[in-house]
């Protein structure tokens, strides 16, 4: 079975702060990294996508990828209260298939 | 405007009866998939389309059916529905088939199974 493991938090964190959010997974054979944003009620929206080993910048959002820990984390850093929302790792897993984290909830308080 | 539409957004309805729950996209997107989305465990993959009349199983199929005639429409169809289908159901689209790319999401369907 394929898996992909987020802390489900909440994690809380202050107004400026960097909040970083951790991912797993099982597939080696995964290639494509992704970071959804999903806000109470609504759908998810892509934030970053990572395909190879290292950091990628965003603006405040930083993706990190190591293939060979099979680890991936999303860093926001300035944290606003608008960031507070649940976040979903998923991982393009071999074949066509598309696994998905069951998110971690975010908090950043004013 | 490039999006995703569901049908119906909400639903109640009673185990047994038959229901469809239609996807559409406009962006000429090959790649459509349908997940559920329940407390605690994230969105799992009910079916995926790589292209017209292309499906194929994703982690939780059982209970479920979709076609793809065309390749905008990606239907859903609950043939006898039951209570632990109950659950938030979001189609989700992408530009090719192959899991490589950023997935455009539906507004979702609440569903509620009695």
């Known amino acids: 079975q394929k898996e992909v493991e987020q802390n489900s938090g909440p994690l809380s964190v202050p107004e400026g702060a960097i909040a970083s959010l951790n991912c797993t997974y099982s597939d080696r054979g995964s290639q494509s990294f992704f970071w959804y944003r999903q806000y109470s009620g609504k759908s998810p929206e892509l934030i970053m996508f990572i395909y190879s080993n290292g950091d990628k910048e965003d603006g405040r959002f930083t993706a990190q990828l190591n293939k060979a820990s099979q680890y991936v984390s999303l860093l926001i850093r300035d944290s606003q209260p608008s960031d507070s929302a649940t976040y979903l790792c998923a991982v393009g897993a071999s074949g066509f298939k598309t696994i998905f984290g069951a998110g971690t909830r975010l908090f950043v308080k004013a | ?114």
Request: some cysteine; overall charge positive.
């Open chain 2, 1 to 114: 405007e490039a999006q995703v539409t569901q049908n119906p957004r909400y639903l109640i309805t009673v185990t047994g009866k038959k229901l469809t729950v239609t996807c559409s996209q406009n962006m000429n997107h090959e790649y459509m998939s349908w997940y559920r989305q329940d407390p605690g465990l994230g969105l799992r993959q009910i079916y995926y389309s790589m292209n017209v009349e292309v499906t194929d199983k994703g982690d939780v199929p059982e209970g479920y059916k979709v076609s793809r005639k065309e390749k905008r429409n990606f239907p859903l169809i609950l043939e006898s529905p039951s209570p632990n289908q109950t659950s938030l159901y979001f189609c989700a689209s992408t530009l090719m088939a192959g899991a490589a790319n950023e997935q455009f999401f539906g507004p979702g369907t609440r569903l509620t199974v009695l």
